[in-house]
């Protein structure tokens, strides 16, 4: 099982580049099947959550061709009709987005419960929803939801909850239907507004994404396009708490600051000094950092992406600071894994108390998921001696040349790969 090791203490320091937005990409991805044309996405970051969509894509008809690392080429135009493969689906959450995109494209899906990182749980109720009021009848069947409709048209959805999966998978179905679709009470995520630009690329009629009403004219035909992802705003801000946790001083390039805006007034609500250039963030400190309060909310609010890596950054910051995860009912599984590095921190339902110590110390601890894994790299990286952090294929789902980028940041960060008889250092994610 292959591991990181990270020996703590080293100031991060110069320039990192960010890549797509993978929570863009796994939505922009199965989209492309709505084309009638071949589609380039750009900017794609090289992770295994894409390399396992794209895998799905291709088992379910789609040619896929790699042009290089981030960049892909997808002709869904031969796809016909199949089950999605089960084994794969159960790898990612948003495997679920085939639910709506098949939908668009066959007026049918039948698709496994997702998968995804693990803390509570990931109900689907609102995709449901979604599907039922455009004229689609499901049912659950041994995990596998088969979902069909003779013709899907356009009508008004509330939804209950604000959902980033409900209003991406509603988009995909109502693209090609007939008629208006509105969406309220819409996910606001700058992934959101991405797909729905995508989606206009090729032809749709979709207004106000980024708002909480989507509206959605159905349209005919959606042509083949290029497009670029945007950068990813929690691959950004995990390095900026990276740079923080390690009292450093690193420019973040390939940035939109926009999307950055809810973390960087948390950072310097602490006294970190954050400056904004038109495609790029510099983080550094020169004062001792304060104790703040996080509340974790849909956006514009705080991301709940990034509460694990805020969690680790304050667990070294003097006083008591509170985090509230309001989005997910259990997401402070790591804090066990903290506090197996001397962290303080007591967990009351999605109430962390965390009481800040001056320094953690190296262990050997398990990520959890995706961002548990990150918290635990900025663990490391502000902790005296050396941290072991296995599991980590949670974290390759996510970031793209994590142990390359931070290297070059001035980390001692290694990616062993557990091969019998002896360990070996191998480059990776
Ligand atoms: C997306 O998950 C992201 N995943 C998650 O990021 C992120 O944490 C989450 O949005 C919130 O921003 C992807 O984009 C692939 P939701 P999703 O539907 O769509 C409740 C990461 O680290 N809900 O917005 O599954 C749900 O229980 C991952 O990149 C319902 O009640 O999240 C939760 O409390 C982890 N019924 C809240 O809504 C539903 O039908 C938000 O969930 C759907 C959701």
């Given at each position: 099982m292959d591991k990181l090791v990270i020996s703590g203490g080293h100031k991060l320091k110069g320039t990192v580049s960010i890549s797509g937005a993978k929570n863009a990409a796994v939505a922009i991805l199965p989209a492309t099947?709505?084309?009638?044309g071949v589609c380039k996405i750009e900017?794609?970051?090289?992770?295994s959550d894409i390399t396992l969509m794209c895998r799905i894509l291709s088992d379910m008809g789609a040619n896929i061709k790699m042009?290089?690392?981030?960049t892909i080429e997808i002709d869904p135009t031969k796809m016909v009709f199949c089950e999605t493969p089960n084994d794969l689906m159960r790898g990612m959450r948003a495997s679920c987005y085939l639910m709506g995109a098949l939908l668009g494209k066959f007026s049918k899906a039948s698709v496994c419960l997702p998968g995804g990182c693990d803390f509570g749980t990931r109900p689907i109720d609102q995709h449901l929803k979604g599907f039922k009021a455009l004229g689609a009848d499901y049912d659950i069947n041994a995990g596998v939801i088969h979902v069909e409709c003779k013709k899907l048209v356009g009508t008004h959805i509330y939804l209950d909850v604000v959902s980033v999966g409900a209003t991406v998978n509603i988009m995909l179905a109502a693209v090609k239907s007939e008629g208006l679709t509105v969406i309220e009470n819409a996910a606001k995520e700058p992934h959101i507004v991405d797909l729905a630009n995508f989606l206009n690329c090729m032809g749709a009629d979709i207004?106000?994404?980024?708002?909480?009403v989507i509206k959605i004219r159905g349209v005919k035909k959606l042509k083949g396009v290029t497009y670029s992802i945007i950068p990813d705003q929690i691959e950004a801000g995990t390095y900026m708490a990276a740079a923080v946790a390690t009292r450093g001083d690193v420019t973040i390039e390939n940035v939109i600051p926009k999307h950055l805006e809810s973390i960087t007034a948390k950072l310097e609500e602490m006294g970190v000094n954050v400056e904004s250039f038109d495609e790029s963030v510099r983080v550094f400190c020169d004062k001792p950092l304060q104790k703040c309060n996080i509340k974790t909310m849909p956006h514009p609010g705080f991301p709940t992406d990034m509460q694990p890596q805020i969690t680790a950054l304050l667990s070294t910051v003097e006083g008591t600071s509170i985090v509230n995860e309001a989005v997910w009912d259990n997401r402070f599984r790591y804090i066990e894994e903290l506090s197996r590095m001397g962290a303080k921190i007591s967990v009351d339902g999605r109430l962390a108390v965390v009481e800040g110590v001056k320094k953690l110390t190296g262990a050997k601890v398990s990520a959890t998921d995706l961002r548990a894994g990150a918290a635990l790299i900025i663990a490391g990286l502000s902790a005296n001696g050396k941290t072991t952090i296995e599991n980590i294929n949670h974290i390759e789902r996510g970031y793209e040349n994590i142990v390359e980028k931070l290297t070059n940041l001035g980390a001692d960060i290694k990616h062993i790969s557990?091969?019998?008889p002896e360990e070996e250092e191998v480059s990776g994610i």
């Open positions: 099947i709505l084309s009638d900017n794609i970051p090289a992770i042009i290089n690392k981030n207004f106000g994404a980024g708002t909480d557990h091969i019998f």
